[in-house]
């Protein structure tokens, strides 16, 4: 059984029918569907599904449940990047990251295969920018001024160990580039 029907519903956005092919998959919402390995999420956020993200992720964390943010990590295409590292890098996927880090907080650091994690990512295209070594703060849609000195951005809570590790990659990988 290929996943050739769900990439056909994914590509005429048929969130519901997506939904219940996963269903009939072991690997779920985590099938690779392309040569690249690309899973059902990852093509899903390629092309701006956000809402069947969210769908998506709902289902499998009832799922797999415990294992859930184990899941998450596991699954990453051929060139190593998980769902996080496709969600930071599309504006209208700031949604799905967001929830995404709510699950997997340490798929912030992860790295692909050229060392780049997804905040790194995220920074580069201006979905997140780092203040005061250990302050990251990421824009929401809809933009909303939250009273700091970037309009758009609200602040988010990561774990100091994580923002640690975030900077030392983003730190490392610049470094290296020079």
């Given at each position: 059984?290929?996943?050739?029907?769900?990439?056909?519903?994914?590509?005429?956005?048929?969130?519901?029918?997506?939904?219940?092919?996963?269903?009939?998959?072991?690997?779920?919402?985590f099938?690779?569907?392309?040569?690249?390995?690309?899973?059902?999420?990852?093509?899903?956020?390629?092309?701006?599904?956000?809402?069947?993200?969210?769908?998506?992720?709902?289902?499998?964390?009832?799922r797999?449940?415990?294992?859930?943010?184990?899941?998450?990590?596991?699954?990453?295409?051929?060139?190593?990047?998980?769902?996080?590292?496709?969600?930071?890098?599309?504006?209208?996927?700031?949604?799905?990251?967001?929830?995404?880090?709510?699950?997997?907080?340490?798929?912030?650091t992860?790295?692909?295969?050229?060392?780049?994690?997804?905040?790194?990512?995220?920074?580069?295209?201006?979905?997140?920018?780092?203040?005061?070594?250990?302050?990251?703060?990421?824009?929401?849609?809809?933009?909303?001024?939250?009273?700091?000195?970037?309009?758009?951005?609200?602040?988010?809570?990561?774990?100091k160990?994580?923002l640690?590790?975030?900077?030392?990659?983003?730190?490392?990988?610049?470094?290296?580039?020079?």
């Amino acid at each position: 059984m290929s996943g050739e029907a769900i990439y056909r519903a994914l590509t005429q956005k048929d969130g519901r029918k997506v939904r219940e092919l996963c269903q009939g998959y072991p690997e779920g919402p985590f099938l690779a569907l392309t040569q690249r390995r690309d899973s059902v999420l990852q093509k899903a956020l390629y092309s701006r599904q956000v809402d069947l993200v969210l769908d998506l992720l709902a289902d499998a964390k009832q799922r797999w449940q415990h294992d859930f943010h184990k899941k998450l990590g596991e699954h990453v295409n051929i060139r190593k990047n998980n769902i996080l590292h496709v969600a930071a890098t599309h504006d209208s996927c700031i949604q799905a990251a967001i929830k995404i880090l709510e699950y997997a907080d340490h798929l912030i650091t992860s790295q692909n295969d050229v060392g780049e994690s997804p905040i790194l990512l995220a920074v580069r295209v201006g979905l997140v920018y780092c203040k005061n070594n250990f302050k990251f703060n990421m824009r929401r849609e809809p933009c909303e001024n939250d009273g700091s000195s970037h309009p758009g951005y609200e602040s988010i809570s990561l774990q100091k160990s994580v923002l640690e590790m975030a900077q030392a990659s983003i730190s490392n990988t610049f470094s290296t580039s020079l």
